[in-house]
């Protein structure tokens, strides 16, 4: 008995070392005691140090590749970004054309082949190719009002219906993020030569009646000077959209080729009474002898306007910013000695109304890759980092227009403000795409969105004032295309091109303008015109009732 606590003893002391060898088959035992929380805290410590030092890439697929692969923005910006709390790299995924129609066709190749979405994709229009193959992420306004707190209210104060433009004409899912051209909805003036306006001693026309009197005196008074009649005051080429003539038609107060409200309903322009006096008016001109014969088969408005063989350049083709002397249009017809343009609204019809083909306030979509609806952290970085880029001055001035004094500046260099241009040798777009990653202003990769306390200060003001010009007559459905549109609209418009000139060249009377209505209707008009209704019901009366 004498001896039980003693064997009780041992037992116990055998007990406790074989649960401390138990214990010890789940750690390094070559530790010293002690260590072993240490080094899982350090080993944390090194992978979080690994992870911020790590970049997130952000794929990024662009529409016309406004950013090259290996531009000086797509390299340079993450520099810039980093101090602001964002850790990135831009992997741009390019279609290799600068070329709108290319550039789209490439697009949805890529889309068909079932290749797995970017992260950001931006667009000219929401795809609807891409919606299908369910490429998009759903967006959610909360998420967008949280991470773009200054600029959900920018769009709300340029137009508040154009988150249309995001949205799925269909389902409605909001798949996209509107941007706005920055000169405004209307955008688009009519451009005089202005030289031969001098010439003939002659204000720029301010009515329809006085329009007739320009066009007389460029077919008579050779304004070109080369001793040919071959120069006319006005044209409509393949090159415009709808039906060209716009400024004639806008002063009937309609626009074939867009939407238009009329006595609260939503109706199609080339088929309202009014274009009847329009066409009646463009058939005695041209019966006159003064409109060319190429008129919407073989003219091109731009070439033939920079050839000095047509006076005017219209329907969309005035572009603002184009028209200052750093400006596309300007700096083209300079190249004719002599040549000048002269900007102005269009003439007015017999009710005062008045204008041109406008485009609207829309610009491009940005959306982003099916695959971020799961990963909700990136992509709600993704959104604060391109608001960040858009209101900080540094970052906007880069990723819009490049280094100051190495690829752009101020026209006005001690003024800070104002017109902007590009110097040598990136006044070329096709190089500043490529080499610098920037286009112009309104039209960027790398800051897709934008406000007006920053932007304003880099518009030219003569641009600001050409843009102002004209009132707004653009398609009230901002050119998106329901199902049926897609089906019918471009048989409708060759229908509708077709018979407008057969009527202004005399083919055929005006009798049979009645005719083509009803024709219209019938192969597609009627249901499109509902389904033009019903979408602005559904998705822009609610924004424009708020």
Not at 153 to 182: C, H
Not at 260 to 270: C, F, I, N, S, T
Request: aromatic content about 10%; overall charge negative; hydrophobic content about 35%.
């Amino acid at each position: 008995m004498k001896n039980l606590p003693h064997k009780v003893l041992t037992l116990v002391v055998c007990i406790l070392s074989l649960a401390l060898i138990m214990a010890g088959c789940g750690s390094d035992t070559s530790a010293p005691a002690g260590s072993q929380d240490k080094q899982a805290q350090e080993s944390d410590t090194e992978k979080g140090a690994k992870s911020m030092d790590e970049p997130m890439e952000i794929s990024y697929i662009c529409f016309l590749d406004l950013a090259g692969p290996e531009s000086y923005v797509v390299k340079k910006l993450p520099e810039l970004l980093i101090k602001k709390g964002f850790n990135v790299k831009f992997k741009m995924i390019p279609m290799g054309t600068h070329e709108g129609t290319d550039w789209t066709n490439k697009f949805n190749m890529l889309v068909a082949s079932g290749e797995s979405p970017s992260d950001v994709i931006q667009l000219s229009s929401l795809s609807p190719e891409a919606v299908k193959a369910g490429w998009f992420a759903e967006l959610n306004m909360d998420l967008l009002k949280k991470a773009l707190p200054k600029y959900v209210p920018e769009v709300d104060r340029v137009y508040p219906a154009m988150w249309a433009w995001g949205q799925d004409v269909e389902t409605g899912k909001l798949y996209g993020i509107p941007s706005f051209n920055m000169f405004g909805p209307n955008r688009h003036t009519f451009v005089y030569r202005g030289d031969w306006l001098e010439k003939f001693d002659m204000d720029p026309p301010k009515t329809l009646e006085e329009f007739e009197s320009w066009l007389k005196a460029v077919r008579e008074k050779d304004p070109n000077g080369n001793g040919q009649k071959d120069e006319f005051g006005y044209t409509a080429g393949t090159d415009q959209p709808g039906v060209g003539f716009s400024e004639v038609f806008a002063a009937y107060g309609i626009m074939p080729g867009q939407w238009m409200l009329k006595d609260g309903q939503v109706v199609r322009g080339e088929v309202q009474p009014e274009v009847r006096e329009a066409l009646q008016l463009l058939g005695k001109w041209y019966n006159e002898g003064l409109l060319p014969k190429g008129i919407l088969t073989t003219a091109k408005a731009e070439a033939d306007f920079y050839a000095g063989t047509i006076g005017t350049l219209g329907t969309a083709k005035g572009y603002a910013p184009a028209l200052v002397p750093t400006g596309m249009i300007h700096v083209n017809i300079s190249k004719l000695p002599g040549a000048k343009i002269t900007a102005v609204p269009g003439p007015k019809g017999p009710d005062g109304k008045y204008g041109t083909w406008e485009w609207g306030p829309r610009k491009y979509v940005l959306c982003f890759g099916k695959h971020l609806e799961k990963d909700q952290a990136k992509l709600e970085t993704i959104l604060r980092m391109f608001e960040t880029i858009a209101t900080d001055k540094e970052l906007f001035e880069l990723a819009m227009l490049g280094e100051r004094g190495v690829h752009w500046d101020f026209i006005d260099k001690t003024a800070n403000k104002g017109g902007t241009t590009f110097l040598e040798p990136y006044t070329e777009f096709n190089k500043r795409l490529d080499e610098v990653g920037v286009r112009e202003m309104s039209e960027s990769a790398l800051c897709p969105i934008w406000v007006e306390d920053i932007y304003k200060d880099y518009l030219d003001p003569k641009a600001v004032e050409y843009a102002s010009q004209n009132p707004g007559m653009w398609d009230v459905l901002m050119g998106i295309n329901t199902p049926a549109m897609q089906k019918y609209s471009n048989d409708l418009m060759t229908l509708t091109k077709s018979v407008y000139l057969d009527i202004i060249t005399g083919k055929k009377s005006i009798d049979a303008f009645d005719e083509y209505t009803k024709t219209w209707f019938a192969n597609g008009g009627d249901i499109m015109t509902k389904e033009a209704n019903d979408f602005y019901n559904r998705s822009f009366k609610p924004y424009l009732s708020k």
